[in-house]
Each structure stands twice: as C-alpha cells, then as structure tokens.
T-cell receptor, first 114, second 109 residues
Framework: DAGVTQSPTHLIKTRGQHVTLRCSPI?????VSWYQQVLGQGPQFIFQ???????GRGNFPDRFSARQFPNYSSELNVNALLLGDSALYLC?????????????FGPGTRLTVT | RKEVEQDPGPFNVPEGATVAFNCTYS??????FFWYRQDCRKEPKLLMS???SGNEDGRFTAQLNRASQYISLLIRDSKLSDSATYLC??????????FGAGTTVTVRA
C-alpha cells in the first residue's frame, strides 16, 4: 500500500509570494495533519482536518490556511511568505480524528524562502 | 516551558552498547505517548507507542512514568542502523501531537 504522499518535494519561493502544498493520505485514512519542522527542532503542529472539517489549529498566523477535499487529500496554503517560513512541511495521516491512533508521516515538502 | 523536553545529546556509543534517554512533558492530562525515529532530512517514522505498563519491541524498551511526567527509551545491543534522531511525542488532546526537539544517537563501529 502507498504511504502518505506529498508534492512538491522541494520548492523555492521569494518573500511575499504564496505557496500551496499538497498531501494525499494513506488509503482509508480520513484525518490529515500538517506540521512545520525548522532545522534542529521537532515538528510543530499547524492544522488537523478530519472529514473535511478543521479539528484543531496550532499557534500559526492567519497567513497559514488549509482545506481537505472529499477524497481526504489536503492542501496547505501559506500567503505573504517570510524568510522564517523556510522549513520542512510534513503531512501526517491517521485513520480517524481520535486520539488513540498513531499518525504516519509523508516525506515532506522542503520550502526555501529567499 | 516547552510542552515536551528532551536531552538533545548527542549520545555517541559503540556497537553493542546500551543507550537510554528520557523526555519530560508538561501537560499532566496528556493521553498518548510515542517514540518516533527521524533520519537526517527524512520524515519521522513511528518507532513505538508507549504504554503505562511499559513495553518492549525487540531491542527497544519504552517506559512511562505519569507521576513524574517522563518517558524513557532504552536501546539494547545498539546497531549502526540505530543512528538517528529520536523524537519524544505526546498527545494532549484528540488532534495535536507535541514533539520534543529530538535526541541524537550515533552508533560507531
């Protein structure tokens, strides 16, 4: 079975631009979460979506938004990019939105803002 | 105070050695606990869940101490392939995982 897939794998943008990152969960998984990982730190929670609804949001500005589609895939959008947005963006899927399930991560999108 | 704190290491050990490290978490209402492994520039991968009674998975043993709010991971008979960053992960509610910054382990021949 395919794991979590993300696209693109790498991306270079300039300050002020916007970016859209995409994620497809493991087949049968209905929950998608997004994390930002800056070099030398652990992943930081951005959003969770379950059944196309936002279930939770981390401490990120409104420049960050996301949505989930009927096929459970998801997009993360970041507007007005800052240099500090350079990071590895990870998508994770789990079977449901309940807390007992582990999350499985995709390979990430490495975003560089210049 | 950070939600999850880990000793960053690095722990530099010879093959065959035992290495152990802890993490502490701040939210006493945390529900689930995990260890993830992350190789350089790769995604985190689930190593094992941590149960209240402690659990083993091959050479890996995890312990949870709810009273003191810490989690430990012990690796026996270290292999070169165990070299990685180990992330302590805590779930405080239904939707959010909180990660520590990771403990780096390097196993040398």
């Amino acid at each position: 079975d395919a794991g979590v897939t993300q696209s693109p794998t790498h991306l270079i943008k300039t300050r002020g631009q916007h970016v859209t990152l995409r994620c497809s969960p493991i087949s049968g998984h209905k929950s998608v979460s997004w994390y930002q990982q800056v070099l030398g730190q652990g992943p930081q929670f951005i959003f969770q979506y379950y059944e196309k609804e936002e279930r939770g949001r981390g401490n990120f500005p409104d420049r960050f938004s996301a949505r989930q589609f009927p096929n459970y895939s998801s997009e993360l959008n970041v507007n007005a990019l800052l240099l500090g947005d350079s990071a590895l963006y990870l998508c994770a899927s789990s079977p449901s939105g309940q807390g007992t399930y582990e999350q499985y991560f995709g390979p990430g999108t490495r975003l560089t803002v210049t | 105070r950070k939600e999850v704190e880990q000793d960053p290491g690095p722990f530099n050990v010879p093959e065959g050695a035992t290495v152990a490290f802890n993490c502490t978490y701040s939210n006493s209402a945390s529900q689930s606990f995990f260890w993830y492994r992350q190789d350089c520039r790769k995604e985190p991968k689930l190593l094992m869940s941590v149960y209240s009674s402690g659990n083993e998975d091959g050479r890996f043993t995890a312990q949870l101490n709810r009273a003191s709010q810490y989690i430990s991971l012990l690796i026996r008979d270290s292999k070169l392939s165990d070299s990685a960053t180990y992330l302590c992960v805590v779930r405080a509610n239904d939707y959010k995982l909180s990660f520590g910054a990771g403990t780096t382990v390097t196993v040398r021949a």
